[in-house]
Each structure stands twice: as C-alpha cells, then as structure tokens.
C-alpha cells in the first residue's frame, strides 16, 4: 500500500511564520513525505503541546474528547490563553460528554477575542447530566473521540491522549501507556483541514450559544486559577519539563531527529454521529480494514478497549489460520478502567486463543510517589496503534471496539513506518512480558494467566487480582447483548 501523499504547507498571512520558515528547508529536502517524532512519554508529550503553544504566532486548533479541571488541563488552558494574548487566534473543540465543571471556565475562555470555544454534540441539561442519556440516549450517545493540537498549520501533535494528569503521568511504569506523535509537512495540512471540518459541521455549537456570556467573577475565577495551579506541588514535574524539553528549538534548527515518512490521516466524517446507521462513506473502518487485511507475517495491537465482537473476532482467526503472527495487548479486569468493556472481550479469549492469537493483558500498576494519576486507584494503558509486518503503524484514536467503528467519530495516521514499527515490535518483545499477564488455555481448554518475575514464572487460574463480585458481574455483562454500546 503507498502511503505517499501531496500538498502544501499553509500559511496565514502574506508573511510565513517562523515555525514555516525553520522547517520550509527540511520539508523541501524530504519532498512528499511528512516528519514523524513518537511521543511516547507522558511529560515529553505535555511539553510538546505547551512548547508549541508558546510558540504560535498565528493559529492553535485544538480537538479533544476529555480535558479535566486538573493540573495539567489549567496548565494547558494557560498555554493557550497566553498565546491568545499575543494575538494567536485560537479555537477549541471539545466534546460535551466530558466537560462537567467546566462551563465557567469555557466561557470565560470564550470571551477573549482571540479564543473561540465550541462543543461537539452538546448536552442540553447542564447539571443533572444524566438526564440527557434518559431523554435524548440516541443522540447524546454518539460522541467526538478525536485527540489533535496544531499549531500555525505546520505542526499537528495527535495520538490516544486527551488532556489531563492521568494522561500526562510522569510516573507511567510503561512506555505506550499512551502514545503521540508530532507531525509535520503535508499531514498537518491535512489535519488542519480535517480540523475544519469538524470545527464547522453541524454537530459543533458556538459555546457562548449554549453556555451564555461570561460573568466579571468568571474572568476573576480563571485568571486566579492559572495563579493557583502553579503553587499545586504536582505541577513543578510539567513546568520543568518545559525547561528540559526543547523540541520546538530542535524542530526549528532541523535538529528533532524525526523519520521521514509517507503519512495518511485517516478520520470519520463528523456526520457520522448523525445517522442511526452511517453509511460506508463516513466511516474510517473500511480503510483501517484493507491496511489490516493485507498483513502477512506479523500484525502487533495495543487496544485498552478490545472488542473485536463476532466479525472482529472471525477476521482476526482467520489472519491466524493464514499463518500471520497475531499479537494482543490490552487491559487486564484489574487495571481496566470500564469493567463493562473488558466483558465484551473477555467472552472472545477462548476463540481467539484457540486461533493461536498471543494476548497480553496489561497488571494493575499502582500509582507512584510521583504519579498525578488520580482518576482511578491504578494506571492503565490507553495507548491505540498497531503494526504490520514490520512496516505500517496506525497511531491515533480508534480502539478495536464497535463504539469506536460506529458510534463515536476517530481520527489518527497511518504511517509507512519501519522505524516505529521496529520500536512497537521490541516493545512486545521486552516490555510487555514484565508488565502484562500472557493469556493462554491450558491442557483442559480452561484460561490462565501467566506472570513472568524475577523468581520465575507464576501461574493464575483466575483473573488475577481481582475479587469474586468483579468476576461474577463481568460474566453477567458478557450475557448481555451489548457489543454494539461497548
């Protein structure tokens, strides 16, 4: 499959901007093709964003599903105020599903002349938000999941990430916990546009609309937050981390070691949240499909929410019967953060390792000393890509599951990339075994989980870690017909 891909770098103004300008000479040396940089850890990857932030000098367009009112999310909420006060024209789009507690906040961004805020699919009852689901569950089931920040066109950073401590934890006991990459050339032209479409469509209302204007005291209240997120202990990590990490100043010195590749963003049409039933045309599905489809050695898949369902299930077994070399990373019960998600996968195992599929199911790791991470009692992984045959990588937002395939809208790059390929493959091959359980039947057919440790292999016969009400609901959630929500 050719991933190479034509256009332009864009820009503004009669006057390119500086970031155009530092990269114009290495873009014009790899002609056709786009820089690719991993951003495989948590503090490189809020430097990235924060980095670039302060150094637009034209435009900031932001899509994301979860931004929390934590450390990191005021932290981010700053970055762009500040470039808004240089003239920075910046726009945001956020999914409603996750903005509980943020409305104040939202429009007092809003109000700044430079800053407009909008909502992907918004909820019309703003306090008792369950309401919406009660009244309107059709609608307000079908949500934005697309991650993207990018900066004066030229710059696009895009991943698994949303925005917030969990998502940003220095103290990730795993590399592809989660995973970004930051782009350039013809693939941050092609995500600004995807950008507008999305920031234009018919799903996307104007926040002061919905939310009303901003109050003297919500000025007040934003501005003493920046203040006050500064002298919380857990921001120091981030704002050294701005010090440390200079990829703008390589990016502008043609320094960032970067893998010149070609690159090809795929994404759902944001009318697809429109339809009961999309059509074809909308969805990103069939594309990651034929990319799949052809592999013929190896096929390498990180999913924290793995749910292959009957037909995902019955394409990965036949790979398997073709002699490919299938291997799984998701989720274990104990360190899920959606039990109801792990029940969906967890009725497939046994046909899958039937197959001769490898799955991995990520331990439970316990927060550090240092960890941010205080959504949920243990980290997780999050990160969504896969590799084929040593060469092609997906990077992006899509997890194996039927509400990435039909409800919510997607994004992420498909990258002719043996490098990361190479890096995802050495992953399988040294992290995992230390941080996962290997999922296999034994002589009778029954599931057990393999731990490998310093002593040695241990052996479980049940899920490990968890406790016998968590394992019975997840085999009464397995019963029900849900995949489709899931």
Known sequence: MSFSTEGVLSTTGAQASRLHEAIEPTLRAHPGVSGIYALENGRDAFAARALLAAAAERSIDVECYIWRADVTGYLMFEALWSAAERGVRVRLLLDDNNTAGLDETLVALDAHENIEVRLFNPLRYRRLRWINYLLDFRRVNRRMHNKSFTVDHEVSVLGGRNVGDEYFDAGSAMNFADLDVLAVGPIATEVSSNFDLYFNSESAHPARRLLGKASIQAMHNLKAAFAAVHAKPGSRQYLEALDEKGFVTQLEEGQLAMEWVGARLVSDDPAKVLHAEPPKELLMLPRLLQLTGQARVQFDLVSPYFVPAITGTKDLVQLAKQGVRVRVLTNSLASTDVAAVHAGYAKRRKALLRAGLEIYEVKRVEPTSTSLTRGSSAASLHAK???????????????????SAYLNTEMGLL????????????????????????VRLDEHDDLEWVETTPAGEKTYRIEPHTNAFQRMMLALVATLPIDWLL
């Open 385 to 403: 890509t896969f590799e084929i045959d040593g060469r092609y990588v997906y990077v992006g937002s899509f997890n194996f599951d039927p509400r």
């Open 415 to 438: 990258l002719d990339s043996p490098q990361l390929a190479r890096r995802l493959n050495h992953f399988f091959a040294t992290q995992v075994p230390a941080h996962s359980y290997r």
